[in-house]
């Protein structure tokens, strides 16, 4: 999986980039196919902004669906777990429509042959 970093106005803390990298590859559990994820940060100079003042955007592309999510918060370390849980919350809901739930059981297919 690749993971692009864009960032707006503001610098990256050397330990995000890890943290990041570490919370997107454990995405992988809900086996769907995610080529690439685009985590831009944009940081609001306006003090009035306050609490929303950090955002950050995660946006996937490929071959499997295309999700976005966001999370605005103090900092960008929260924002992005806003962010992660949402798209969490997205794979996870894919991957439930995506299971097979029409499963036969052994009674009731038709036995070949007979």
């Known amino acids: ?3 692009v970093f864009h960032t707006r106005n503001g610098e990256l803390a050397e330990d995000f980039r890890g943290i990041v990298k570490e919370k997107l ?3 992988d559990r809900f086996s769907i196919t995610i080529d690439g994820i685009k985590v831009e940060i944009i940081h609001e100079p306006n003090p009035r902004f306050g609490k929303s003042s950090h955002s950050v955007t995660l946006t996937t592309n490929g071959s499997g669906p295309f999700l976005r999510a966001d999370g605005q918060a ?3 370390l929260a924002a992005f777990d806003l962010a992660v849980n949402s798209l969490e919350l997205q794979l996870r ?3 439930e429509r995506a299971k097979d739930y029409a499963r036969e059981s ?3 297919k038709d036995v070949v042959g007979e």
Do not use: G, T, V
């Open 93 to 95: 809901k894919h991957h």
């Open 74 to 76: 103090f900092n960008d």
């Open 106 to 108: 052994l009674r009731q």
């Open 25 to 27: 590859i454990s995405l």
């Open 1 to 3: 999986m690749e993971i």
